[in-house]
């Protein structure tokens, strides 16, 4: 098996185990809410109970009170362990990509070398034609590269899609591959939701929903904040 089909295979499988550790999450968060839930309404009848000076020989929370504390802090632990492991299990997928395409590249380098080696001299009466033969065939190679990498990033974009809801809402500091390019107002890395901008000169091209106060793929043309405003001067100007 060669590696692509491996990947592929790997790739498959990956939606399916993010929706597992996801809802994993979701439990673990669930059960959070309900021991912090239990737990600030033993604390408060505990302070009435000072309060009222029914338990004013010993001022502080019940045993009770601090093990259901500490046992929210353990669940709150599992849950970003388990999150910054999703994180790596994406990112691993990340590199392999970035492999897949490095080989690609190689290959297309030895292509192009052995073409020129194999190729004979051509005749003085015939230049134009060999010239024209040999730009047909690096413009073959390179809808051949394009189309690869075109298959490779809509991989990518499928996995980005999969993994794209975060059913907890946490928000983490988690490590970002530095050779992985950065998007949006935010100059962040690509995650969630993105909408493009329709200016095909834009700068940034790609922006998260929450950035640009989006809840939903808006219908039709859109264009981000900057090339917006560029586009009503331009407007301004014209009348």
Request: hydrophobic share 35%.
């Amino acid at each position: 098996m060669s590696f692509i089909d491996e990947f592929q295979a790997d790739l498959e499988a990956l939606p399916n185990i993010l929706q597992k550790k996801y809802a994993l999450m979701r439990d673990l968060d669930k059960s959070l809410q309900e021991v912090v839930r239990q737990n600030e309404q033993r604390c408060e009848q505990e302070i009435e109970d000072i309060k009222r000076g029914v338990r004013a020989e010993n001022i502080r929370f019940s045993d009770e009170a601090l093990d259901e504390q500490k046992h929210g802090i353990r669940i709150a632990d599992e849950k970003v362990a388990l999150a910054i492991q999703t994180y790596d299990l994406v990112d691993s997928h990340i590199q392999q990509l970035d492999q897949y395409l490095k080989m690609s590249d190689e290959e297309l380098r030895r292509e192009r070398e052995n073409a020129a080696t194999a190729s004979p001299v051509p005749s003085p009466n015939s230049t134009t034609k060999s010239g024209r033969s040999n730009e047909s065939g690096r413009g073959g190679r390179k809808k051949t590269r394009l189309a690869t990498a075109a298959a490779a990033a809509a991989a990518a974009t499928e996995v980005a899609a999969a993994a794209a809801e975060n059913p907890t809402g946490m928000e983490l500091d988690l490590p970002v591959d530095p050779n992985e390019p950065t998007y949006c107002l935010c100059n962040q890395v690509s995650y969630g939701e993105m909408v493009a901008c329709d200016n095909p000169n834009c700068k940034i091209e790609w922006f998260h929903f929450g950035c640009v106060g989006l809840k939903e793929q808006p219908r039709g043309k859109w264009y981000c904040p900057d090339c917006a405003a560029l586009k009503n001067r331009r407007k301004g100007r014209s009348r």
